[in-house]
């Protein structure tokens, strides 16, 4: 018997408005998902989330489906859920993971990030991210009422689609690599970790890209987003794919 799989996603961004990315979660549950060793879900997770209070069908059903998942579940926070807490974790069963972590992934140490702290090269988002991690801030933002936090949420996304736009070619802005990883920043954090292996998220990039870290060959494999297809990462002890299905 083959060993079990262990199954990483990250950036579904799920809302309501989407039903066709839920269904595609919910049937990826029930099949690859029921059958992994474990489920690491880093980040983005859902496309906004006001707070653990924040309960209505939409997110308890997300809940529960998550709460019958019959295999270790892993949460990291993301730049649209960071406000993800311990309240949510107790109630799906899940593990809540500081970014970075660093797991033995079958044999293999392996960093394993959101991806968003690696964009150094976007100063702006860098300087919101700090204000948005803070503390303070954040503590000063649960005291708001549910209506108060879904008007901040809406005004910070239109502005973050304006940041993106703004930073694209077509729009008269800078090459859009500014969007994407700081390679350097990539190598400092493998070596400091002292690993050649990389998952992340964020970028909506997924592919493999092959690097040198302290002059050993390393890796770092990135997750896309679920739009048109979902993405997944499957892992044992033979290595690791970067999979996708069609989403209806």
């Not at 964009?119 to 303070?136: F, G, K």
Request: with cysteine; proline share 6%.
């Amino acid at each position: 018997m083959s060993p079990r799989p262990t199954l990483f996603i990250s950036d579904l961004h799920l809302h309501p408005a989407r039903a066709d990315i839920q269904q595609a979660f919910l049937e990826f549950l029930a099949d690859a998902a029921t059958s992994a060793e474990a489920l690491y879900i880093l980040g983005d997770f859902f496309e906004v989330w006001l707070g653990d209070d924040d309960v209505n069908d939409f997110n308890t059903g997300i809940i529960e489906a998550l709460a019958a998942l019959p295999v270790p579940l892993y949460l990291m926070h993301g730049n649209r859920d960071f406000l993800l807490g311990q309240q949510f974790c107790a109630s799906v069963g899940a593990t809540l993971l500081s970014d970075p972590t660093v797991i033995n992934l079958h044999g293999t140490p392996t960093l394993l990030m959101h991806g968003d702290s690696l964009c150094t090269a976007d100063t702006d988002y860098m300087q919101v991210r700090r204000l948005l991690r803070s503390p303070a801030f954040q503590a000063d933002f649960l005291a708001k009422s549910l209506p108060e936090r879904a008007a901040f949420a809406g005004s910070a996304r239109q502005q973050s689609k304006a940041h993106t736009q703004a930073n694209m070619p077509a729009a008269g802005g800078p090459a859009n690599d500014i969007m994407d990883v700081t390679p350097n920043e990539v190598v400092r954090v493998m070596s400091e970790a002292g690993v050649r292996q990389m998952i992340h998220g964020h970028t909506h990039r997924p592919a493999r890209h092959p690097l040198s870290v302290d002059n050993k060959p390393a890796e770092r494999v990135v997750l896309g987003d679920w739009d048109s297809h979902g993405w997944f990462i499957r892992a044992d002890a033979a290595g690791l794919s970067l999979e996708s299905f069609p989403i209806a």
